[in-house]
């Protein structure tokens, strides 16, 4: 029997962030591994038009939970969704609700944050450290708390270049930022953001290093440990490989790669792409919540879940993979076909920009124009663009991160726990993985059907013949025009005709000569 999955029987979970990515997934493995466990506290909000109820229902009546109801039957009793809004004073929960969740929690998992790069900072701050810090003081007044584990990123310290499992402190005190940010306006907030990140890439990588440092000035006697997953991609093996369910990340340039929108990247081929599938994320999650509250380490204990020192895999080996993929298993519909061109150099990014991206965009769009469609081709390669340069921060470095603690916690575990709670990334068979995740990308993110490829590996031929033909006609027209205005031009067309015809003559002669 798994010790970590008995740890967990009985015990009341209180997890934030379970709609998000990371969260689901570690609810399902939950739910999975221990069936018997009394009770998961999710703090959700209602979003898009739909209650927490329904939100709820559709997340275990989704596919990734599919596995979970036949071990698990009666696994809606078990999940109690509670009201709260993190970004409100005490999240905004009902008294009740927060009196149940003060007297019976037993494990919490803060997975909960605002993970986009160009969020205000006032909204990033409130989210990523304030809503730490209030949270840190719930747990403070938990009687039956065993353990806290707060998820990071690998990412919180990517000022530095080699990042060991400890805390770094932060340049201005996140009380201070929070103190500031109550009485400044929203105008004056914007316009200092910049010089208070200082070297950190944007505002999302900043407060995560600042709600770090709260986590370890707010700890208390509480037992505490800091997750910091690298780029979370889709799953590796459970509960089956390949899903992914939102377009951060890879997610949204593997599909604009795949629909041949993306054919070229600034991104330095060789840097470490440091993927990290997220099933090997929550298991680590769960082996730490077991770990921290068996064993109770005496400081708060940082946890790496990257895979760079332990089984490197660079952007140019990832493309390959990726185009290799849409060889095989094409997306439907694409506008031109997939293309992998990775550069690290200014100049030739731009160009590749101007020539595979932005020119056929707005022919298309004067083809749409022509034909009385609304153009629409301009705005989504904008769009592809922008996301694409917000992530080259991160494409074109390569960072170490230490992995002791991970490594120490992997040789903890007994057997079978190793093998249900899998954390070893040293197992990952890199182009299997990818290949499973840009299939999972078009069967569960774009919900395509696998009985379209046939007609999708046509349409690739179709795009093929009329790049074949557009090349074709470009060159004649530039030809010609060359030919009428340039007399070298004419001496290079003179030259190659006859040598043509002479040589048209020789093989004509030679036949003849073998008759
Ligand atoms: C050459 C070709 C290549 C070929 C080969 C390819 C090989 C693979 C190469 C891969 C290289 C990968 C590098 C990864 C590096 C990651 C580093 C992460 C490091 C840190 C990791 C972390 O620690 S942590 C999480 C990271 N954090 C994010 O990764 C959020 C980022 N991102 C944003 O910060 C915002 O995204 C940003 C960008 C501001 C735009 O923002 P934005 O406002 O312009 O656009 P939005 O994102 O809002 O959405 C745009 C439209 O997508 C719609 N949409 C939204 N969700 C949807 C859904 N689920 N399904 C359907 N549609 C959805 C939405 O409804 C919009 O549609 P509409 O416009 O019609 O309304
Ligand atoms: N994905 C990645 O590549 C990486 C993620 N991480 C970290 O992992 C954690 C989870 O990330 P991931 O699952 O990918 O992110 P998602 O964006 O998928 O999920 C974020 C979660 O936070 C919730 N949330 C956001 N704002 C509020 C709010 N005001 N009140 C209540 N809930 C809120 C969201 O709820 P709602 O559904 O209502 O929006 C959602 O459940 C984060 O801490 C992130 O920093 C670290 C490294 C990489």
Known sequence: MSMIAAFYGGKSILITGATGFLGKVLMEKLFRTSPDLKVIYILVRPKAGQTLQQRVFQILNSKLFEK???????????????????????????????????????????????????????????L????????????????????????????????LKHIDEVIYPCPVEPKKIIDSLEWLDDAIIEEIAPKLIRDWPNIYT???????????????????????????????????????????????????????FLRALKATPKAVADLIPVDTVVNLMLAVGWYTAVHRPKSTLVYHSTSGNLNPCNWHKMGVQVLATFEKIPLERAFRRPYANFTSNNFTSQYWNAVSHRAPAIIYDCYLRLTGRKPRMTKVMNQILRTASMLEYFINRSWEWSTYNTEMLMSELSPE?????????????????????????????LKEDMAGIPEAKQHLKRLRNIHYLFNTALFLIVWRLLIARSQMARNVWFFIVSFCYKFLSYFRASSTLKV
């Open 68 to 126: 979970v109801k036949e071990v698990c039957p009666n696994v809606h009793e078990k999940i109690r969704a509670i009201y709260a809004d993190l970004s409100q004073n005490d999240f905004a929960i009902s008294k009740e609700d927060m009196q149940e969740l003060l007297s019976c929690t037993n494990i919490i998992f803060h997975c909960a944050a605002t993970v986009r790069f160009d969020d205000t900072l006032r909204h990033a701050v409130q």
């Open 206 to 260: 900043y407060t995560k290093a600042l709600g770090e440092m709260v986590v370890q000035q707010e700890s208390r006697n509480l037992n505490i440990a800091i997750i910091r997953p690298s780029i979370v991609g889709a799953t590796w093996q459970e509960p089956f490989p390949g899903w992914v369910d939102n377009i951060n990340g890879p997610n949204g340039l593997i599909i604009a790669a795949g629909k041949g």
């Open 128 to 159: 990523n450290v304030t809503a730490t810090r209030q949270l840190l003081l719930m747990a403070s007044q938990m009687p039956k708390l065993e353990a806290f584990i707060h998820i990071s990123t690998a990412y919180s310290n990517c000022n």
């Open 417 to 445: 726990d190793q093998r249900v709670f899998n954390f070893d990334v040293r197992q990952l068979n890199w182009l299997e993985y990818i290949e499973n995740y840009v299939l999972g990308v078009k069967k569960y993110l």
